[in-house]
């Protein structure tokens, strides 16, 4: 008879005792839809400046080629590790010139400089290639203009150059 | 005249007695409990959070977000309440997701980051709540990734919030 109170009272006590800790808490739930789509962002710093050749050397067709590497690119992608930059003019540049551009690169490889004085919107040229997922900031552009005294001279011309990250 | 006041004194006792019946009480016992009660709800679930851009030469894309939702508790257990929150599951390195709650009847621990916060590592959300109802107060959830990351396809997190002491 005692035993069977003492379970009693026993089993009572872990009801009530479970009953306080069931009501110490409660809780609520929110359902989140959480997504990255693909992201492919390029910049430049700017226009290089104009380049202008000026001068040769007596007895070589091919006058003195000039650089400029003041202007830099920035890129930001999270597509994957074969993401590529490639470049192009707007127009061919007349036989005799020869327009080349070196793009830097921290997140892929570059291609060094490279001619694009015929590469137009459907023949891009890689520059730069297996970029790796993030962002690789204020990496140098440097351009190159050469040109063969044979072609004559060329007055100012503007060439937009289009730099395109793509997969 | 001996027997007229004894029978007087016979209808006296009569009154008497009636007047101690018609005062009589009875009383009950009753008992009266207030359990603690802990309740919190949210109004829905947040809008898709989807990081769709960023800045070229940033590994941090642009973070997004919603506060869309609300949340509403009462509880009457004491001062020291709070809520907490927590994933169903951790998010992978590179994705954040922080989470603000105002509150009225507390103090907000801000935007917190639980992206990392599992059942066994719930965080802080709200501490100091006081006694009494806070109806409708903002959820504020942001998620940001880099972009060394990578893409992310649509998933689903279940974010949990405990009101507790």
């Not at chain 1, 001068?55 to 003195?64: K, N, P, R, S, Y």
């Not at chain 2, 009636?18 to 359990?35: G, H, P, R, W």
């Not at chain 2, 059942?119 to 006081?130: C, E, K, P, W, Y």
């Given at each position: ?8 009272a ?35 710093s ?28 920035s ?10 930059i ?53 990496k140098?552009?440097?351009y ?7 072609a ?16 | 005249?001996?027997?007229?006041i ?22 009950q016992?009753?008992?009266l ?24 030469g940033?590994?941090a ?15 009457n ?29 507390g ?8 992206s ?6 719930a ?9 009494g ?20 396809t ?12």
């Amino acid at each position: 008879m005692k035993k069977s109170i003492v379970i009693l009272a026993l089993v009572a006590i872990s009801a009530v005792a479970m009953q306080s800790a069931y009501g110490q808490s409660d809780v609520a739930t929110q359902s989140l839809n959480l997504a990255v789509n693909a992201v492919y962002k390029i910049a430049t710093s700017g226009n290089p400046s104009a380049l202008t050749i000026t001068t040769g050397t007596a007895g070589t067709d091919a006058l003195t080629s000039v650089s400029d590497a003041t202007s830099t690119y920035s890129i930001t992608q999270n597509y994957g590790n074969t993401v590529k930059i490639t470049a192009n003019l707007d127009a061919a540049l007349s036989s005799g010139y020869t327009l080349q551009i070196g793009l830097a690169s921290s997140k892929g490889t570059s291609a060094g400089a490279v001619d694009i004085s015929n590469a137009t919107s459907g023949s891009a040229v890689d520059v730069v290639t297996s970029i790796a997922q993030g962002a690789d900031a204020n990496k140098a552009i440097t351009y190159t203009f050469s040109a063969l005294a044979s072609a004559g001279m060329l007055s100012s011309t503007t060439k937009t150059v289009t730099l395109t990250l793509t997969n | 005249m001996k027997k007229s006041i004894v029978i007087a004194l016979v209808v006296g006792s009569v009154i008497a007695i009636q007047d101690a019946l018609s005062q009589s009480t009875a009383t009950q016992s009753v008992n009266l409990t207030v359990s603690t009660v802990y309740k919190i709800s949210t109004s829905g679930n947040p809008a898709a959070l989807t990081v769709t851009t960023g800045t070229a030469g940033t590994d941090a894309l642009t973070s997004v977000s919603d506060n869309s939702t609300t949340y509403s508790i009462t509880q009457n257990y004491g001062n020291a309440v709070k809520i907490t929150a927590n994933l169903d599951a951790t998010l992978q390195s590179g994705y954040t997701l922080t989470v603000n709650l105002a509150s009225s009847k507390g103090t907000s621990a801000g935007t917190i980051d639980i992206s990392n916060a599992t059942s066994g590592s719930a965080l802080s959300a709200v501490t100091s709540i006081n006694r009494g109802a806070d109806a409708g107060q903002t959820i504020t959830y942001t998620f940001s990734a880099l972009a060394s990351a990578g893409m992310l396809t649509s998933t689903t997190r279940t974010v949990t919030l405990t009101l507790t002491n």
